[in-house]
């Protein structure tokens, strides 16, 4: 297998605090959450009634007004990200080879807004062959997972490998470690990778809150999300898109791109043990962590911020934490670690993305976003989560974790490029 270096030269981001880099790092940083009293419908007969939800977004600045009708939001946000990533790259799209050029786009779950709307449209028609008939010929094309992937292709013009993982809440990290690795091994010069959540429905939000996932701290929606806090109690249901665009080195050095960063560890784990619950003692995370140093050749030593998973469950922060002690010992205890969740919520499938970008700008800024919320400290969760205030440090290394029901874990870790 070749062995190319590749790097990080544009994000994008549609989020729950801002549509832009600039909006979500401020509020990453300064600690503004984007949670509040869900909007998009009622919540009263659920038992949370607090999410992280896309606010002031218009799909219009990215695509016709014939398209905003024909897809699912999720794909929307995975345009309107992929576009702005595009742009922040400073990459001259008519001096590429497309043929070289892919995408790589994540979901957890896809395109359900388009599911209930049509399921809804069919039930409430009494006649069952009028209703068949009234099943739009865009509900397929609408719902399935890789059509992000499909129609960022189709707006960039890239034709290379064009693939999407759905893996849960992993799944936009998955896409970006599996982007690396076409890179890597030289099938291509260019891909924009990253995940794209659109889940914020009755169905969605009703799903979560029957799996006692979802904080019931409704009284206080901008303190609901607290990840590693001793009173945690859930995580905010969050959505939005995270697109990366990743280059081999020389491919980005040769245009005189701005790098953000390098990307040079990718390691991924089955739990083999729940559904939803993480395996005991975070196992699945300790062995993506370690493959992921491995894989980038990083010692211990040399990480100066973990970005975590850290939901604002009770299970998730407990496992993550002690699988964080496993790999790194006594080192442990040094390192920062937060989790941006208590200002983004929980985007699923996109959250990895997001987060991934959050550590790309942790290392070209020297500015680690803090853990907001932590207010009382959890016996089984003593590490430095950064509580509640950014703190400037010069980063090096950085590492994001994902985990994903299903027990699918994966591990992303980021260089300074220094040449």
């Given at each position: 297998m070749s062995n190319k270096r590749?790097?990080?030269?544009?994000?994008?981001?549609?989020?729950?605090?801002?549509?832009?880099?600039?909006?979500?790092?401020?509020?990453?940083?300064?600690?503004?959450?984007?949670?509040?009293?869900?909007?998009?419908?009622?919540?009263?007969?659920?038992?949370?009634?607090?999410?992280?939800?896309?606010?002031?977004?218009?799909?219009?600045?990215?695509?016709?007004?014939?398209?905003?009708?024909?897809?699912?939001?999720?794909?929307?946000?995975?345009?309107?990200?992929?576009?702005?990533?595009?742009e922040d790259s400073g990459m001259d799209l008519s001096k590429i080879d497309h043929d070289r050029a892919g995408v790589y786009i994540g979901s957890g779950i896809g395109g359900l807004h388009t599911v209930e709307m049509e399921h809804a449209k069919y039930i409430r028609t009494e006649d069952e062959a009028r209703a068949a008939s009234r099943i739009s010929p865009f509900l397929i094309p609408?719902?399935?997972?890789?059509?992000?992937?499909?129609?960022?292709?189709?707006?960039?013009?890239?034709?290379?490998?064009?693939?999407?993982?759905?893996?849960?809440?992993?799944?936009?990290?998955?896409?970006?470690?599996?982007?690396?690795?076409?890179?890597?091994?030289?099938?291509?010069?260019?891909?924009?990778?990253?995940?794209?959540?659109?889940?914020?429905?009755?169905?969605?939000?009703?799903?979560?809150?029957?799996?006692?996932?979802?904080?019931?701290?409704?009284?206080?929606?901008?303190?609901?999300?607290?990840?590693?806090?001793?009173?945690?109690?859930?995580?905010?249901?969050?959505?939005?898109?995270?697109?990366?665009?990743?280059?081999?080195?020389e491919h980005a050095k040769k245009r005189g791109a701005e790098i953000y960063c390098e990307i040079v560890g990718y390691g991924m784990?089955?739990?083999?043990?729940?559904?939803?619950?993480?395996?005991?003692?975070?196992?699945?995370?300790?062995?993506?962590?370690?493959?992921?140093?491995?894989?980038?050749?990083?010692?211990?030593?040399?990480?100066?911020?973990?970005?975590?998973?850290?939901?604002?469950?009770?299970?998730n922060d407990a496992m993550e934490t002690a699988a964080i002690k496993k790999v790194f010992g006594d080192r442990a205890y040094k390192v920062p670690v937060s989790s941006t969740k208590g200002v983004t919520g929980h985007l699923l499938g996109a959250t990895g993305a997001t987060e991934l970008i959050a550590c790309a700008k942790v290392i070209k800024h020297g500015i680690i976003p803090p853990t907001i919320n932590y207010e009382n400290p959890d016996p089984d969760c003593d590490l430095d989560y950064v509580p509640n205030t950014a703190r400037e440090q010069e980063v090096d290394v950085a590492m994001n974790n994902s985990l994903g029901f299903g027990g699918h874990n994966v591990t992303l870790v980021l260089k300074k490029f220094k040449g």
């Open positions: 590749v790097v990080l030269t544009g994000v994008g981001l549609v989020t729950p605090v801002g549509n832009n880099i600039k909006d979500y790092w401020e509020s990453l940083i300064n600690g503004r959450t984007g949670v509040s009293r869900l909007r998009a419908f009622d919540p009263t007969p659920f038992n949370s009634h607090v999410a992280a939800e896309v606010k002031d977004f218009d799909p219009t600045v990215y695509i016709n007004s014939k398209q905003v009708r024909r897809l699912d939001p999720f794909v929307k946000f995975a345009i309107a990200a992929a576009k702005m990533a595009v609408m719902l399935i997972v890789n059509m992000a992937s499909g129609v960022v292709s189709i707006e960039l013009g890239f034709k290379g490998p064009n693939s999407s993982a759905v893996t849960a809440c992993a799944a936009g990290s998955h896409s970006i470690g599996d982007a690396f690795r076409l890179i890597q091994r030289g099938d291509a010069d260019i891909m924009a990778a990253g995940g794209s959540e659109a889940a914020i429905t009755k169905m969605g939000f009703g799903g979560f809150c029957a799996l006692k996932a979802l904080t019931t701290r409704n009284d206080d929606p901008e303190r609901a999300s607290r990840p590693f806090d001793r009173d945690r109690d859930g995580f905010a249901m969050g959505e939005g898109s995270g697109i990366v665009i990743l280059e081999e080195l784990s089955g739990d083999a043990y729940h559904m939803t619950a993480p395996a005991p003692g975070g196992d699945g995370a300790v062995r993506c962590m370690t493959l992921s140093l491995e894989d980038g050749k990083i010692n211990i030593s040399e990480v100066g911020y973990i970005n975590a998973h850290g939901t604002s469950t009770q299970l």
